[in-house]
């Protein structure tokens, strides 16, 4: 058995600050400390499920929190930023579940520290209409290969997001959000136990089945400035929405390069913001 594991931050117990997990925040080294304690929970997890192949992607900032050496399970790390497919990179048709640590809800909500991809640029995607968390994007890409989404930890309102676009995953609430910079977060201890749990009970077949949309899949985005939007213009496919100088509108069936439009649009527009 095969498992990817994509790595965010700001899910993680404990954390409610930007300061913890940004690699110049006063706080890094604690906040890198629980997110790896996390990753490994899950690692131990799905080796005692049977896994015997682990690929870690850190998809937080960066994109290099992990210390590789500390890794369990001899785990293959995928770090380093301007990666193709950035948070679900090294994915392919070859495993057979993918877990989702440390993950947050999206921009507009009262989860911990959140939003969409990029918090200085994006204000709200929404997929088929529907507002979109970093889940449901980087779904499109579990869809393509048709690998599930079986494990999503975070605070109570990225599961819920969870819910409403993957079927059946199990999700570990690690804190309760308060508000964006505010939660009750389990202990640490507590937090990783319940990972490796569900992470080892997760892994049955008949829990195992991949995200759908309905095609074609209709994207929209809308950023913080007109000028953000303009910029994604340049791209084939993207179009502006009538009415509405900050969003762009882009549609298809092919999931995995709907994504790419979605990664390259997100690495142009932060440009304008760095």
Not at 56 to 69: F, I, K, Q
Not at 205 to 212: C, F, G, H, I, K
Not at 242 to 264: C, H, I, K, M, Y
């Amino acid at each position: 058995m095969k498992v990817f594991i994509s790595t965010d931050f700001e899910g993680v117990s404990g954390i409610v600050d930007w300061d913890q997990i940004m690699m110049n925040g006063r706080d890094y080294d604690l906040g890198r400390r629980l997110l790896l304690n996390e990753v490994n929970a899950a690692i131990d997890g799905a080796l005692q499920a049977g896994a015997t192949a682990i690929v870690v992607n850190d998809a937080h900032s960066v994109m290099r929190n992990l210390p590789p050496d500390e890794l369990h399970g001899h785990a293959t790390y995928i770090s380093g930023r301007h990666k193709p497919l950035y948070m679900m990179q090294g994915l392919d048709e070859t495993f057979d579940a993918i877990f989702f640590v440390g993950y947050h809800g999206s921009i507009g909500t009262r989860a911990v520290l959140s939003h969409s991809y990029n918090p200085r640029a994006i204000w709200e995607v929404r997929i088929n209409g529907r507002v979109a968390s970093e889940t449901a994007l980087n779904a499109l890409v579990a869809a393509h290969y048709r690998v599930p989404i079986a494990l999503v930890t975070g605070d109570q309102i990225t599961a819920a997001e969870a819910r409403e676009v993957l079927p059946d995953p199990e999700c570990v609430i690690v804190k309760e959000a308060y508000t964006r910079f505010s939660a009750a977060s389990l202990h640490p201890e507590v937090a990783c136990a319940r990972i490796r749990e569900a992470a080892a009970r997760v892994l049955r077949p008949e829990r195992l089945r991949p995200p759908q949309f309905a095609v074609p899949v209709h994207i929209e985005i809308a950023f913080l400035t007109a000028d953000m939007a303009d910029a994604a213009t340049w791209l084939r496919g993207v179009e502006p929405v009538p009415d509405n100088a900050r969003a762009v509108t882009f549609s298809g069936s092919n999931l995995l390069e709907l994504f790419r439009t979605f990664v390259t649009i997100v690495l142009l527009t932060r440009a304008l913001v760095e």
